[in-house]
Nanobody, 115 residues
Framework: QVQLVESGGGLVQPGGSLRLSCVAS????????MGWYRQAPGKQRESVAA???????TYTDSVKGRFTISRDNAKKMVYLQMNNLKPEDTAVYYC?????????WGQGTQVTVSS
């Protein structure tokens, strides 16, 4: 069973930055994609960013130009650099990995953007 562990969440003022990290218990090159999702109170979980096996990346429109997903294959880690954070970015952020028909999830890390 694959384990994903996130870290890096916290409280930040609007306009600030945070970097989320996710470490996997298996080589991340065994996954088709890895990505970050978020879920705000009362809302459905949504995809924020993904990085594909070949290295291409995708982002939801609301974070384009502000968030960057990256990975370190040797360290089995995926990162989400979040800049110019807005109150609407407040959510629990989850790391996700997909392998075939299987989905693996981390436990989530809280990001709160507030003054």
């Amino acid at each position: 069973q694959v384990q994903l562990v996130e870290s890096g969440g916290g409280l930040v003022q609007p306009g600030g930055s945070l970097r989320l990290s996710c470490v996997a218990s298996a080589s991340i090159l065994t996954f088709n994609t890895m990505g970050w999702y978020r879920q705000a109170p009362g809302k459905q979980r949504e995809s924020v960013a993904a990085i594909w096996f070949g290295g291409s990346t995708t982002y939801t429109d609301s974070v384009k130009g502000r968030f960057t997903i990256s990975r370190d294959n040797a360290k089995k880690m995926v990162y989400l650099q979040m800049n110019n954070l807005k109150p609407e970015d407040t959510a629990v952020y989850y790391c996700n990995a997909k392998r075939g028909v299987s989905d693996f999830w981390g436990q989530g890390t809280q990001v709160t953007v507030s003054s």
